[in-house]
């Protein structure tokens, strides 16, 4: 498992590479120069200051020269500066992750709480009102968006019931009962989104493992249905569901990002739309670059877990 191990992170180098080049290229073709971004606001500027600026910013060197020297910071774990606040991105990272995580581990917490207990409960009750009812549920949640159902429980709550949920971030120091009740509904939203996808898979690998042999062995043995669902019939089916999970995260990094601007939470996600607005090219790449490594190293610990949920796979 250790030549496993190194051989993946070997490979997750080259990996995040080039999404830092796809990333370095990307935002630097897309229209809309940062340098006439910040000389709107003066509309008195001439063509030198302009070169100025450029000159000011790096951007004036060509860009294989520039994606260079940026690999060279990155390499030292300098992500560069800000354009616009003049501030370190790793610090503005630094403050923000944690917030962003905390949603992120809410998010597939209650999804996994929602998706995990319905989808063996859904397989085990094949064909019966549980089962079309968790499957009804499932298509639901993968067909309505976070965001359009953020914005339904921000808008009607607040204008049935004068309800709405918190809008303004609390903080540990505002008390923990605060503070994640500050989080419930959009981890919920994000949570639920994850849970459709998991709970189909969950009933569909249920019901197959349960179609096999050795459960017909259990049952044949007298053991009662508890026993022979969680300790014979669930850690099998759960290997294929840890895979989607894995996968899963990125879609809740994805949501995350527009779940945080509706909810005003002060994550990477908002920074990161902030940034793409002004084309602040260090942020953005700041942020893909922290993206892309917490996702390779999801996935990574993803497949270590396949040897303790079956000892048969081994890593040669």
């Not at 060279?72 to 003049?86: H, Q």
């Not at 902030?274 to 190293?297: E, H, K, N, T, W």
């Amino acid at each position: 498992m250790t030549q496993y191990f190194v051989r993946r992170v070997m490979l997750a180098v080259p990996t995040v590479v080039l999404v830092i080049f796809a990333t370095f290229l990307i935002v630097r073709l897309v229209p809309g120069d940062i340098v006439t971004i910040m000389m709107a606001e003066r509309p008195y500027a001439t063509q030198a200051d302009k070169e100025a600026l450029r000159k000011e910013l790096g951007v004036d060197r060509p860009i294989p020269v520039q994606f260079v020297s940026y690999l060279g910071k990155v390499a030292r774990g300098d992500l560069g500066d800000s354009f616009w606040t003049r501030r370190a991105v790793t610090a503005e990272l630094r403050q923000r992750l944690p917030v962003t995580g905390q949603l992120g581990v809410f998010a597939i917490v209650l999804g996994l709480v929602i998706a995990l207990p319905i989808g063996v409960l859904s397989a085990i009750r094949q064909d019966t009102v549980h089962d079309f009812i968790a499957r009804s549920f499932a298509i639901l949640a993968l067909s309505v968006p976070s965001f359009f159902t953020a914005t339904l429980l921000i808008v009607f709550p607040q204008k049935w019931f004068g309800w709405a949920p918190p809008l303004v971030y609390k903080g540990w120091d505002a008390g923990p009962i605060a503070h994640v009740y500050y989080f419930f509904f959009p981890a919920l939203l994000l949570g639920v989104g994850l849970a459709g996808g998991v709970m189909r898979l969950t009933r569909t690998m249920m019901l197959e493992v349960l179609r096999q042999d050795y459960i017909r062995t259990a049952w044949a043995k007298g053991l009662r249905e508890r026993s022979v669902i969680i300790q014979h019939a669930t850690k099998n089916a759960f290997i294929p569901v840890l895979t989607v999970i894995g996968l899963q995260v990125s879609v809740v990094v994805s949501g995350s990002v527009i779940i945080e601007s509706i909810f005003n939470i002060p994550g990477i996600g908002k920074y990161f739309v902030g940034a793409i607005f002004q084309r602040d090219y260090p942020s953005i790449q700041g942020v893909v670059l922290v993206l892309a490594i917490v996702i390779v190293f999801v996935n990574l610990l993803v497949d270590l877990a396949y040897a303790y949920l079956d000892p048969r796979i081994r890593f040669a």
